[in-house]
């Protein structure tokens, strides 16, 4: 590994501007950090997740995630280089699948929550669609690695539906909606 940071504040960010890992520095409220910022966000949310109990598959998939988010931000760090590869995707669909197998059929729309890590999931699958978001409008502009952009679009799916399978832990059940209810 390069350089380990021995001083965490250098004031290079003082004016608004920050560094990208080629070397450029751009507006803190760059399309490009703005993405980078979003899947950082996620991959925080993502370890508050962690920080519940969880089954042993949720952890290890999660925590496979958190290092390819890890990866894509890197990636969206230094414009041209790539990281994902549709591989990335392929286990993600393989992991959803698997989690999705036991799950009754959805009939009706579900409410986020149902315990505190099935919520917590359900927050970081909305993060997920933010970076998303984020990392299409980088597109428009700029190149991003496509695998990178079909990845965040399956694994909000992935972790919808692994908050479904959280909100059954102990017994629980899912929150499901209720149209035109009065408050």
Not at 74 to 97: F, K, N, V, W, Y
């Amino acid at each position: 590994m390069g350089h380990r940071l021995s001083k965490i504040y250098t004031r290079t960010g003082d004016r608004g501007t920050t560094g990208l890992g080629d070397g450029r520095r751009v507006d803190k409220d760059d399309v490009r950090v703005e993405a980078i910022g979003a899947v950082d966000e996620l991959n925080s949310a993502l370890g508050v997740l962690l920080a519940d109990t969880l089954p042993e598959k949720v952890r290890d998939c999660l925590t496979q995630v958190q290092h390819a988010l890890f990866d894509l931000g890197g990636e969206l760090s230094i414009p041209g280089h790539t990281m994902l590869t549709p591989d990335h995707t392929t286990r993600l669909e393989q992991a959803l699948d698997a989690f999705n197998a036991d799950l009754p059929p959805l009939k009706e729309f579900i409410l986020p929550g149902g315990n505190s890590a099935a919520a917590a999931c359900h927050l970081a699958r909305t993060i997920c669609r933010r970076a998303e978001r984020r990392a299409f409008t980088l597109a428009r502009s700029e190149t991003v690695n496509e695998a990178a952009l079909i990845y965040l679009n399956r694994l909000s799916d992935l972790l919808f539906v692994i908050a479904r399978v959280l909100a059954r832990l102990n017994g629980g059940n899912e929150v499901l909606w209720q149209p035109h209810r009065d408050n």
